[in-house]
Protein backbone atom coordinates (compact mmCIF):
# COMPACT_ATOMS: atom_id res chain seq x y z
CA UNK A 1 0.00 0.00 0.00
CA UNK A 2 1.10 3.34 -1.04
CA UNK A 3 2.32 5.63 1.81
CA UNK A 4 -0.76 8.35 0.84
CA UNK A 5 -2.99 5.45 1.16
CA UNK A 6 -1.98 4.23 4.87
CA UNK A 7 -1.65 7.57 6.17
CA UNK A 8 -5.77 8.50 5.02
CA UNK A 9 -6.54 4.91 6.49
CA UNK A 10 -4.78 5.51 9.27
CA UNK A 11 -6.30 9.18 9.82
CA UNK A 12 -9.77 7.78 9.05
CA UNK A 13 -9.89 5.27 11.84
CA UNK A 14 -8.22 7.21 14.52
CA UNK A 15 -11.04 9.63 14.35
CA UNK A 16 -13.32 6.44 14.26
CA UNK A 17 -11.97 5.24 17.75
CA UNK A 18 -11.86 8.58 18.97
CA UNK A 19 -15.11 9.70 18.93
CA UNK A 20 -16.48 6.27 19.77
CA UNK A 21 -16.54 6.52 23.30
CA UNK A 22 -18.75 9.98 22.37
CA UNK A 23 -21.76 8.00 22.59
CA UNK A 24 -20.77 6.26 26.45
CA UNK A 25 -19.90 8.95 28.59
CA UNK A 26 -19.48 7.88 32.16
CA UNK A 27 -20.58 11.66 33.46
CA UNK A 28 -23.94 10.91 31.86
CA UNK A 29 -27.01 10.65 34.61
CA UNK A 30 -28.19 7.69 35.06
CA UNK A 31 -31.40 8.86 34.52
CA UNK A 32 -30.39 10.03 31.06
CA UNK A 33 -29.33 6.37 30.16
CA UNK A 34 -32.07 4.23 31.24
CA UNK A 35 -35.28 6.51 29.66
CA UNK A 36 -33.24 6.86 26.28
CA UNK A 37 -29.92 4.93 26.60
CA UNK A 38 -27.51 5.35 24.03
CA UNK A 39 -27.43 2.75 20.77
CA UNK A 40 -25.12 0.98 18.58
CA UNK A 41 -26.19 0.03 14.87
CA UNK A 42 -24.05 -2.66 12.69
CA UNK A 43 -25.31 -2.73 8.98
CA UNK A 44 -24.58 -4.35 6.24
CA UNK A 45 -25.61 -3.94 2.32
CA UNK A 46 -24.88 -6.25 -0.02
CA UNK A 47 -26.06 -6.67 -3.60
CA UNK A 48 -25.86 -10.83 -3.12
CA UNK A 49 -29.84 -10.39 -1.89
CA UNK A 50 -30.46 -9.11 -5.19
CA UNK A 51 -29.89 -12.53 -7.29
CA UNK A 52 -28.28 -14.00 -10.11
CA UNK A 53 -25.76 -11.41 -12.23
CA UNK A 54 -26.36 -8.52 -9.25
CA UNK A 55 -22.70 -8.73 -8.49
CA UNK A 56 -22.37 -4.73 -9.24
CA UNK A 57 -23.03 -1.27 -9.30
CA UNK A 58 -23.52 -0.53 -5.51
CA UNK A 59 -22.05 -3.78 -4.41
CA UNK A 60 -21.05 -4.08 -1.15
CA UNK A 61 -21.62 -1.55 1.97
CA UNK A 62 -21.00 -1.87 5.79
CA UNK A 63 -21.31 0.83 8.47
CA UNK A 64 -20.72 1.11 12.04
CA UNK A 65 -22.92 3.88 13.94
CA UNK A 66 -23.18 5.44 17.36
CA UNK A 67 -26.19 6.91 18.61
CA UNK A 68 -26.11 9.07 21.83
CA UNK A 69 -28.72 9.42 24.54
CA UNK A 70 -30.74 12.24 24.24
CA UNK A 71 -29.09 15.29 24.79
CA UNK A 72 -29.37 18.81 26.63
CA UNK A 73 -27.20 20.79 23.97
CA UNK A 74 -24.40 19.69 21.89
CA UNK A 75 -21.75 21.29 23.69
CA UNK A 76 -21.82 21.02 27.28
CA UNK A 77 -24.52 17.97 28.14
CA UNK A 78 -22.52 15.54 30.35
CA UNK A 79 -23.61 12.69 28.23
CA UNK A 80 -20.88 13.80 25.28
CA UNK A 81 -17.49 13.58 26.43
CA UNK A 82 -14.55 16.68 26.30
CA UNK A 83 -13.48 15.39 22.64
CA UNK A 84 -17.22 15.65 21.64
CA UNK A 85 -18.27 18.78 23.02
CA UNK A 86 -14.77 20.19 21.80
CA UNK A 87 -15.37 19.15 18.42
CA UNK A 88 -18.98 20.50 18.46
CA UNK A 89 -18.05 23.73 19.49
CA UNK A 90 -16.39 24.12 16.03
CA UNK A 91 -19.46 22.69 14.54
CA UNK A 92 -22.15 25.10 15.51
CA UNK A 93 -23.26 26.19 12.34
CA UNK A 94 -24.32 22.43 11.80
CA UNK A 95 -26.56 22.31 15.16
CA UNK A 96 -30.78 22.42 15.10
CA UNK A 97 -32.13 24.86 17.40
CA UNK A 98 -35.14 25.32 19.66
CA UNK A 99 -36.28 21.47 19.34
CA UNK A 100 -37.57 19.84 22.08
CA UNK A 101 -35.48 16.87 21.95
CA UNK A 102 -32.28 16.11 20.05
CA UNK A 103 -29.04 13.89 20.00
CA UNK A 104 -26.24 13.11 18.18
CA UNK A 105 -24.84 10.25 15.94
CA UNK A 106 -21.10 9.28 14.91
CA UNK A 107 -21.01 6.60 12.47
CA UNK A 108 -17.62 4.71 10.43
CA UNK A 109 -18.23 3.14 6.97
CA UNK A 110 -17.24 1.75 3.47
CA UNK A 111 -19.18 1.45 0.17
CA UNK A 112 -18.01 -0.46 -2.83
CA UNK A 113 -18.88 0.12 -6.60
CA UNK A 114 -18.20 -2.02 -9.53
CA UNK A 115 -19.10 -2.41 -13.38
CA UNK A 116 -20.95 -5.78 -14.14
CA UNK A 117 -18.20 -7.54 -16.07
CA UNK A 118 -15.32 -8.40 -12.97
CA UNK A 119 -13.70 -10.83 -15.49
CA UNK A 120 -12.32 -7.87 -17.14
CA UNK A 121 -8.99 -6.38 -16.57
CA UNK A 122 -9.38 -3.14 -19.36
CA UNK A 123 -10.74 -0.40 -18.54
CA UNK A 124 -14.90 -0.98 -19.60
CA UNK A 125 -16.10 2.47 -21.11
CA UNK A 126 -19.23 1.83 -21.26
CA UNK A 127 -19.76 0.75 -17.42
CA UNK A 128 -19.59 2.21 -14.35
CA UNK A 129 -15.85 3.00 -12.68
CA UNK A 130 -14.49 0.76 -9.92
CA UNK A 131 -14.92 2.99 -7.13
CA UNK A 132 -14.77 2.79 -3.20
CA UNK A 133 -15.01 5.50 -0.30
CA UNK A 134 -13.93 5.58 3.29
CA UNK A 135 -16.15 7.87 5.27
CA UNK A 136 -16.84 9.26 9.15
CA UNK A 137 -20.02 10.74 9.57
CA UNK A 138 -21.15 13.06 12.23
CA UNK A 139 -24.50 13.86 12.55
CA UNK A 140 -27.29 15.90 14.23
CA UNK A 141 -30.99 15.38 15.08
CA UNK A 142 -33.60 18.05 16.39
CA UNK A 143 -37.06 16.58 16.91
CA UNK A 144 -40.32 18.64 18.00
CA UNK A 145 -43.25 15.83 18.59
CA UNK A 146 -43.43 14.19 14.87
CA UNK A 147 -40.96 16.58 13.49
CA UNK A 148 -37.26 15.79 12.91
CA UNK A 149 -34.41 17.88 11.21
CA UNK A 150 -31.19 16.43 10.70
CA UNK A 151 -28.06 17.37 9.56
CA UNK A 152 -25.30 15.55 9.00
CA UNK A 153 -21.44 16.34 7.40
CA UNK A 154 -19.41 13.30 5.98
CA UNK A 155 -16.03 13.40 4.89
CA UNK A 156 -13.37 10.65 3.94
CA UNK A 157 -11.56 9.53 0.63
CA UNK A 158 -12.42 7.75 -2.66
CA UNK A 159 -10.00 5.89 -4.26
CA UNK A 160 -7.17 3.23 -3.87
CA UNK A 161 -7.07 4.61 -0.45
CA UNK A 162 -10.05 3.53 0.73
CA UNK A 163 -9.22 -0.07 0.56
CA UNK A 164 -12.04 -1.36 -2.25
CA UNK A 165 -9.86 -4.19 -3.75
CA UNK A 166 -8.71 -5.98 -0.82
CA UNK A 167 -12.11 -5.40 1.12
CA UNK A 168 -14.04 -7.12 -2.08
CA UNK A 169 -10.63 -9.84 -2.79
CA UNK A 170 -11.16 -10.76 1.17
CA UNK A 171 -15.04 -11.40 1.01
CA UNK A 172 -15.39 -13.07 -2.56
CA UNK A 173 -12.21 -15.56 -0.97
CA UNK A 174 -14.30 -16.29 2.01
CA UNK A 175 -17.43 -16.70 0.08
CA UNK A 176 -15.36 -18.90 -2.58
CA UNK A 177 -16.05 -16.53 -5.60
CA UNK A 178 -13.88 -15.39 -8.46
CA UNK A 179 -11.64 -11.77 -7.74
CA UNK A 180 -12.85 -8.85 -9.78
CA UNK A 181 -9.76 -7.90 -12.02
CA UNK A 182 -9.86 -4.39 -12.87
CA UNK A 183 -9.49 -2.37 -9.71
CA UNK A 184 -6.57 -1.22 -11.36
CA UNK A 185 -8.93 0.84 -13.44
CA UNK A 186 -10.47 2.61 -10.12
CA UNK A 187 -11.02 6.10 -9.02
CA UNK A 188 -8.08 8.30 -8.08
CA UNK A 189 -7.26 9.35 -4.48
CA UNK A 190 -9.62 12.14 -3.22
CA UNK A 191 -10.68 13.84 -0.11
CA UNK A 192 -14.38 14.03 -0.19
CA UNK A 193 -17.14 15.76 1.85
CA UNK A 194 -21.20 15.80 1.92
CA UNK A 195 -23.20 18.30 3.93
CA UNK A 196 -26.73 16.68 4.33
CA UNK A 197 -29.88 18.04 5.43
CA UNK A 198 -33.08 16.29 5.68
CA UNK A 199 -36.81 16.92 7.42
CA UNK A 200 -39.28 14.34 7.81
CA UNK A 201 -43.08 14.14 9.37
CA UNK A 202 -44.26 11.50 10.99
CA UNK A 203 -48.14 10.65 11.17
CA UNK A 204 -48.77 8.02 13.78
CA UNK A 205 -51.49 5.40 14.49
CA UNK A 206 -53.36 6.05 17.80
CA UNK A 207 -52.50 2.98 18.84
CA UNK A 208 -48.74 3.12 20.33
CA UNK A 209 -48.96 -0.37 22.09
CA UNK A 210 -50.75 -2.55 19.82
CA UNK A 211 -51.56 -3.01 16.34
CA UNK A 212 -50.65 -0.05 14.21
CA UNK A 213 -49.78 1.74 11.20
CA UNK A 214 -47.48 5.13 10.47
CA UNK A 215 -46.15 7.03 7.74
CA UNK A 216 -42.92 9.39 7.85
CA UNK A 217 -42.43 11.72 4.60
CA UNK A 218 -38.57 12.88 3.86
CA UNK A 219 -37.73 15.88 1.83
CA UNK A 220 -33.95 17.38 1.87
CA UNK A 221 -30.68 17.11 0.00
CA UNK A 222 -27.22 17.31 0.10
CA UNK A 223 -23.86 19.55 -1.23
CA UNK A 224 -20.59 18.43 -1.26
CA UNK A 225 -17.79 16.74 -4.12
CA UNK A 226 -18.81 13.16 -2.81
CA UNK A 227 -22.70 13.73 -3.86
CA UNK A 228 -24.86 16.72 -4.80
CA UNK A 229 -28.75 16.28 -4.54
CA UNK A 230 -32.46 17.10 -3.55
CA UNK A 231 -34.38 13.98 -2.41
CA UNK A 232 -37.89 13.08 -1.31
CA UNK A 233 -39.93 10.05 -0.58
CA UNK A 234 -41.91 8.40 2.13
CA UNK A 235 -42.19 5.51 4.18
CA UNK A 236 -45.45 3.33 5.52
CA UNK A 237 -45.33 0.51 8.29
CA UNK A 238 -47.50 -1.50 9.88
CA UNK A 239 -47.15 -4.15 12.58
CA UNK A 240 -47.08 -4.72 16.60
CA UNK A 241 -46.20 -2.04 18.46
CA UNK A 242 -44.64 0.42 16.13
CA UNK A 243 -41.08 1.92 17.46
CA UNK A 244 -41.45 6.04 18.18
CA UNK A 245 -38.89 6.67 15.55
CA UNK A 246 -38.56 8.04 12.04
CA UNK A 247 -38.57 5.10 10.01
CA UNK A 248 -37.09 1.58 9.00
CA UNK A 249 -35.44 2.52 6.02
CA UNK A 250 -31.31 2.54 6.39
CA UNK A 251 -30.51 2.90 3.06
CA UNK A 252 -30.58 6.87 3.17
CA UNK A 253 -28.14 8.76 5.68
CA UNK A 254 -30.71 9.69 7.33
CA UNK A 255 -33.20 7.00 7.69
CA UNK A 256 -31.38 4.20 10.46
CA UNK A 257 -32.86 3.92 13.59
CA UNK A 258 -31.06 7.46 15.27
CA UNK A 259 -33.95 9.77 16.28
CA UNK A 260 -34.47 11.32 19.54
CA UNK A 261 -36.88 9.01 21.16
CA UNK A 262 -39.82 10.36 23.48
CA UNK A 263 -40.33 6.89 25.23
CA UNK A 264 -38.01 4.14 25.60
CA UNK A 265 -38.06 0.94 24.01
CA UNK A 266 -41.13 -1.45 24.97
CA UNK A 267 -40.34 -4.42 26.78
CA UNK A 268 -41.30 -8.00 24.82
CA UNK A 269 -41.62 -8.46 21.28
CA UNK A 270 -42.54 -5.84 18.75
CA UNK A 271 -42.26 -6.37 15.20
CA UNK A 272 -43.64 -4.12 11.04
CA UNK A 273 -43.13 -4.57 7.60
CA UNK A 274 -42.29 -1.37 5.93
CA UNK A 275 -42.65 -0.15 2.44
CA UNK A 276 -40.17 3.30 1.63
CA UNK A 277 -39.25 5.05 -1.47
CA UNK A 278 -36.46 7.99 -2.49
CA UNK A 279 -36.90 9.81 -5.57
CA UNK A 280 -33.49 12.02 -6.14
CA UNK A 281 -32.69 14.65 -8.70
CA UNK A 282 -28.87 14.40 -9.20
CA UNK A 283 -26.18 17.09 -9.66
CA UNK A 284 -23.00 15.30 -8.71
CA UNK A 285 -22.30 11.85 -7.66
CA UNK A 286 -18.47 10.88 -7.79
CA UNK A 287 -18.52 7.26 -8.08
CA UNK A 288 -20.12 7.87 -11.68
CA UNK A 289 -18.74 11.53 -12.68
CA UNK A 290 -15.14 10.74 -11.65
CA UNK A 291 -12.63 12.50 -9.70
CA UNK A 292 -13.36 16.30 -9.53
CA UNK A 293 -9.56 17.61 -10.21
CA UNK A 294 -8.56 15.09 -12.20
CA UNK A 295 -9.09 13.07 -15.17
CA UNK A 296 -10.25 10.01 -14.38
CA UNK A 297 -12.61 6.98 -16.11
CA UNK A 298 -16.74 8.36 -16.03
CA UNK A 299 -20.04 7.61 -17.45
CA UNK A 300 -22.85 10.02 -18.63
CA UNK A 301 -25.31 9.90 -15.24
CA UNK A 302 -29.16 10.07 -15.30
CA UNK A 303 -30.21 13.38 -13.67
CA UNK A 304 -33.37 11.24 -11.45
CA UNK A 305 -32.94 8.14 -9.71
CA UNK A 306 -35.13 6.46 -7.31
CA UNK A 307 -35.39 4.02 -4.95
CA UNK A 308 -37.96 1.30 -3.88
CA UNK A 309 -37.58 -0.65 -0.63
CA UNK A 310 -39.78 -3.20 1.21
CA UNK A 311 -38.36 -5.03 5.03
CA UNK A 312 -39.38 -6.73 8.09
CA UNK A 313 -37.97 -5.23 11.49
CA UNK A 314 -38.27 -7.55 14.74
CA UNK A 315 -37.33 -6.09 18.03
CA UNK A 316 -37.17 -7.97 21.68
CA UNK A 317 -35.15 -6.28 24.59
CA UNK A 318 -32.58 -4.26 23.84
CA UNK A 319 -32.14 -5.78 20.15
CA UNK A 320 -33.36 -4.71 16.78
CA UNK A 321 -32.89 -6.84 13.40
CA UNK A 322 -34.17 -4.96 10.22
CA UNK A 323 -34.11 -6.61 6.61
CA UNK A 324 -34.75 -5.02 3.73
CA UNK A 325 -34.52 -5.30 -0.16
CA UNK A 326 -34.33 -2.43 -2.33
CA UNK A 327 -34.73 -1.98 -6.26
CA UNK A 328 -33.47 1.30 -7.72
CA UNK A 329 -33.49 2.74 -11.22
CA UNK A 330 -31.01 2.79 -13.75
CA UNK A 331 -28.29 5.56 -12.76
CA UNK A 332 -26.40 6.26 -15.80
CA UNK A 333 -26.85 5.62 -19.70
CA UNK A 334 -26.58 2.19 -21.51
CA UNK A 335 -26.83 0.53 -17.83
CA UNK A 336 -27.59 -3.01 -18.34
CA UNK A 337 -29.66 -4.12 -15.46
CA UNK A 338 -31.83 -1.80 -12.65
CA UNK A 339 -29.62 -2.65 -9.40
CA UNK A 340 -31.30 -4.52 -6.59
CA UNK A 341 -29.52 -5.31 -3.62
CA UNK A 342 -30.08 -5.61 0.43
CA UNK A 343 -29.57 -4.73 3.52
CA UNK A 344 -29.44 -6.51 7.32
CA UNK A 345 -29.11 -4.43 10.51
CA UNK A 346 -28.34 -5.09 13.74
CA UNK A 347 -29.25 -2.96 16.40
CA UNK A 348 -28.40 -2.72 20.22
CA UNK A 349 -29.04 0.05 23.06
CA UNK A 350 -26.37 0.15 25.74
Request: net charge neutral.
Amino acid sequence: MKREARLSLALLLASGLQAAPAMAAEQCPDSARSAHPPTVNLRVDNDIFGGAHQDQGYTNGAMFTLVSPNLQDYTEDPCLPRLARWMNRHLQPLHPQEFKQQNMIFNFGQALYTPTDGSRSDLIGDDRPYAAALLVNFGYNARSDDHLHTTQLALGMIGPAAQGKQVQDAVHRMLGDEKFLGWHNQLHNEPVFKLLHERMQRWPSTNAQGWGWDAVGHWGGAVGNLATYANAGGEVRFGWKLPDDFGSSPTRPAGENTAPTRRGRDDGWAWHVFAASDARWVVRDITLDGNTFRSSHRVDKRPFVGDIGYGVAVMHGRWKFALARYHRTREFEGQQQTPVFGSFTVSRTL
